[in-house]
């Protein structure tokens, strides 16, 4: 376990998504050091952090908000700004991050399932953060010509 609000923080990118050996949802977060932080993720949450990185005519074809994007337009709605996510805890095998957000130059911090945080944070364009603790421990060194292809999309995605 690292603890929550920890210090010092990296900045990270949504590198990959698809699914492991195993055929689970991963996303692979990589920092500027080659580092890369493997985060298991649900189908839903899968589905919605693919519609918005790959697939702009997807995209165009859904007729209502997902959920983040609803969430997003709530925030915004309540006069809220999201400023950053940051994957700040690691505890039995299972990540937490806090939503941080602002209003009139107020701070706010809210927890969230780092799946829905990065699913906002794409949505918002604002930076995903991890701690470098995490790094440290959970992060694994590629090479860019290493091969970790996980397989493609998040499967069928119904689009209403």
């Known amino acids: 376990m690292t603890g929550r609000d920890s210090g010092e923080t990296v900045p990270v990118q949504v590198w990959r998504l698809g699914r492991d050996e195993e055929d689970e949802d991963v996303i692979l977060l990589r920092d500027n050091a080659g580092r890369v932080l493997p985060v298991w993720?649900?189908?839903?949450?899968?589905?919605?952090?693919?519609?918005?990185?790959?697939?702009?005519?997807?995209?165009?074809?859904?007729?209502?908000?997902m959920t983040h994007d609803l969430?997003?337009?709530?925030?915004?709605?309540?006069?809220?700004?999201?400023?950053?996510?940051?994957?700040d805890d690691?505890?039995?095998?299972?990540?937490?991050?806090?939503?941080?957000?602002?209003?009139?130059?107020?701070?706010?911090?809210?927890?969230?399932?780092?799946?829905?945080?990065?699913?906002?944070?794409l949505r918002a364009e604002v930076p995903v953060l991890v701690a470098e603790e995490i790094m440290r421990q959970a992060g694994e060194v590629v090479d860019e010509g290493q091969q970790i292809e996980p397989e493609e999309g998040p499967g069928d995605v119904d689009p209403d």
Not at 71 to 86: F, K, Q, S, T
Not at 96 to 105: D, F, K, S, V, W
């Open 41 to 65: 993720i649900a189908p839903c949450e899968a589905a919605a952090i693919w519609l918005r990185l790959e697939h702009e005519q997807v995209r165009s074809v859904v007729r209502r908000p």
């Open 71 to 87: 969430l997003l337009a709530i925030i915004e709605r309540l006069g809220m700004a999201v400023e950053r996510i940051v994957i």
């Open 90 to 121: 690691l505890a039995n095998g299972t990540y937490y991050a806090t939503l941080h957000l602002q209003r009139n130059g107020e701070p706010f911090t809210i927890d969230a399932r780092p799946s829905d945080a990065i699913a906002l944070s």
